[in-house]
């Protein structure tokens, strides 16, 4: 009903609006009939009275401007589905102060903004077909002949950037880095499987990469040997901020999902003990010597290359995609912890990077005990995230457990 309501309020709006253009069109017809006004005088009346209230230039303007309603009113009226559908082909210099008379009388042609797309679309298709595809190494992962071709074809476009890390050996040092597993993931980002932008994503990866040194940050994980913990003092503050619970991806399985190709391992994550107060505070301190923005990101970035090394490790094991499923416990979760300061200095730059260079990463996110202000929440997080994000989370509302015994109890299993 709310949604009928809303429509019907659209179309009173929009007969409103109607109602009011016609109205302006008419306004000098009504108000000579209610006013009781002389009827105005001829062009020849104007030039032969001594007190002429406009020129004969004026009167040629104002032809102008009328043709130009008229054409524009007809082209409205018969063309209103012909002007939704395509658009003019026009330099941008023709629209001028002359508006819609200049643009009606350009000479324009039909433009299919869906059929050029798909047009581009096969020409792509058929020029990487043409080509002989590079072999792939995760074959096994790939839930179909479609995937594994545009995965072949993804490693076509990036072939300048794959010579490169082949030739200073970075696919044998960080496998689980630059490795085929890692291109399939970036595949499956979007839905329709896009080659190119997967291609310009992970081209993306590589670039942020670099300029933020992140081999180093992996090479710290191998140093930790497989814990989440990180060594540095300055991410050690951090971490102590979001308490966490890893112990169920690090713990070995024997049997494996039913249904598609794909391995799950929970994550625990105390949202509600979250002290995003506590951090905020500190990075945004003027002489802080504690932990910067830098360092809070360096954070997560660590703990997202612990998370794919176990992954990456761990569908190789079973010959399976291994993905993640995050509980968010939201118990004593308050507004406070979504300060204005907070979701724009702090969460927004960190949702935007892990979303943007992690992907693929979760498979569910599960929302245990939810508040009543979780609403108020969603709404200022929602904009932050992507809509495969949104797709994949999970609210429960009728456990009362926690969450160990949430994911013990294979609720999560899906």
Same mark, same amino acid.
């Given at each position: 009903?709310?949604? /009928?309501?809303?429509?019907? @309020?659209y179309v009173l709006s929009f007969i409103a609006q109607l $109602?009011?253009?016609?109205?302006?069109?008419?306004?000098?017809?009504?108000?000579?009939?209610? #006013?009781?006004?002389?009827?105005?005088?001829?062009?020849?009346?104007?030039?032969?009275?001594?007190?002429?209230?406009?020129?004969?230039?004026?009167? %040629?303007?104002?032809?102008?401007?009328?043709?130009?309603?008229?054409?524009?009113?007809?082209?409205?009226?018969?063309?209103?589905?012909?002007?939704?559908?395509?658009?003019?082909?026009?330099?941008?210099?023709?629209?001028?102060?002359?508006?819609?008379? /200049? %643009?009606?009388?350009?000479?324009?042609?039909?433009?299919?903004?869906?059929?050029?797309?798909?047009?581009?679309?096969?020409?792509?298709?058929?020029?990487?077909?043409?080509?002989? +595809?590079?072999? $792939?190494?995760?074959?096994?992962?790939?839930?179909?002949?479609?995937?594994?071709?545009?995965?072949?074809?993804?490693?076509? +476009?990036?072939?300048?950037?794959?010579?490169?890390?082949?030739?200073? !050996?970075?696919?044998?040092?960080?496998?689980?880095?630059?490795?085929?597993?890692?291109?399939?993931?970036?595949?499956?980002?979007?839905?329709?499987?896009?080659?190119? /932008?997967?291609?310009?994503?992970?081209?993306?990866? +590589?670039?942020?990469?670099? *300029?933020?040194? &992140?081999?180093?940050?992996?090479?710290?994980?191998?140093?930790?040997?497989? #814990?989440?913990?990180?060594?540095? &003092?300055?991410?050690?503050?951090?971490?102590?901020?979001?308490?966490? !619970?890893?112990?169920?991806?690090?713990?070995?399985?024997?049997?494996?999902?039913?249904?598609?190709?794909?391995?799950?391992?929970?994550?625990?994550?105390?949202?509600?003990?979250?002290?995003?107060?506590?951090?905020?505070?500190?990075?945004?301190?003027?002489?802080?010597?504690?932990?910067?923005?830098?360092?809070?990101? !360096?954070?997560?970035?660590?703990?997202?290359?612990?998370?794919?090394?176990?992954?990456?490790?761990?569908? %190789?094991?079973?010959?399976?995609?291994? @993905?993640?499923?995050?509980?968010?416990?939201?118990?004593?979760?308050?507004?406070?912890?979504? #300060?204005?300061?907070?979701?724009?200095?702090?969460?927004?730059?960190?949702?935007?990077?892990?979303?943007?260079?992690?992907?693929?990463?979760?498979?569910?996110?599960?929302? %245990?005990?939810?508040?009543?202000?979780? *609403?108020?929440?969603?709404?200022?997080?929602?904009?932050?995230?992507?809509?495969?994000?949104?797709?994949?989370?999970?609210?429960?509302?009728?456990?009362?457990?926690?969450? !160990?015994?949430?994911?013990?109890?294979?609720?999560?299993?899906?």
């Open positions: 009903m709310a949604h /009928s309501g809303l429509s019907i @309020f $109602i009011c253009g016609v109205l302006a069109f008419q306004e000098p017809k009504l108000r000579r009939v209610h #006013s009781h006004q002389a009827p105005p005088l001829t062009n020849q009346q104007r030039l032969n009275t001594p007190t002429a209230l406009r020129s004969e230039k004026n009167d %040629l303007n104002d032809e102008r401007a009328k043709s130009t309603r008229r054409r524009f009113l007809r082209t409205t009226r018969k063309g209103r589905r012909r002007r939704r559908r395509y658009t003019f082909i026009h330099q941008e210099s023709h629209v001028t102060a002359a508006g819609a008379e /200049s %643009l009606f009388s350009l000479s324009w042609r039909p433009y299919s903004y869906e059929m050029a797309t798909k047009s581009s679309t096969i020409r792509n298709e058929q020029y990487l077909n043409s080509l002989d +595809l590079p072999p $792939i190494d995760c074959g096994w992962a790939c839930v179909s002949n479609t995937e594994q071709i545009q995965l072949q074809q993804m490693k076509l +476009l990036l072939r300048s950037e794959l010579k490169m890390i082949t030739d200073v !050996n970075l696919h044998e040092k960080y496998p689980d880095v630059y490795s085929d597993l890692r291109l399939l993931r970036f595949l499956r980002k979007s839905k329709d499987r896009d080659v190119t /932008s997967a291609a310009a994503r992970y081209r993306s990866f +590589l670039q942020w990469r670099e *300029k933020n040194e &992140v081999d180093s940050i992996r090479d710290m994980v191998e140093d930790c040997n497989g #814990s989440f913990t990180p060594t540095a &003092v300055r991410l050690q503050t951090v971490a102590a901020h979001f308490p966490m !619970n890893f112990d169920y991806l690090v713990q070995e399985t024997d049997e494996l999902n039913e249904g598609d190709k794909s391995l799950v391992k929970p994550a625990i994550l105390n949202v509600g003990e979250f002290d995003t107060r506590g951090i905020t505070e500190k990075i945004l301190a003027s002489n802080s010597d504690d932990v910067e923005l830098e360092d809070f990101l !360096n954070y997560w970035i660590f703990l997202y290359e612990s998370i794919h090394l176990r992954l990456y490790q761990q569908s %190789l094991q079973f010959g399976q995609m291994t @993905f993640l499923d995050e509980v968010c416990d939201l118990s004593g979760l308050s507004l406070q912890q979504f #300060s204005p300061l907070f979701v724009t200095k702090v969460m927004s730059p960190w949702l935007k990077m892990t979303q943007a260079y992690y992907p693929e990463t979760t498979r569910r996110i599960y929302i %245990l005990h939810p508040p009543a202000i979780i *609403k108020v929440a969603w709404k200022l997080v929602t904009p932050l995230l992507s809509q495969g994000t949104i797709d994949k989370i999970r609210f429960v509302r009728k456990f009362d457990g926690s969450a !160990n015994d949430f994911v013990e109890s294979a609720s999560w299993l899906d």
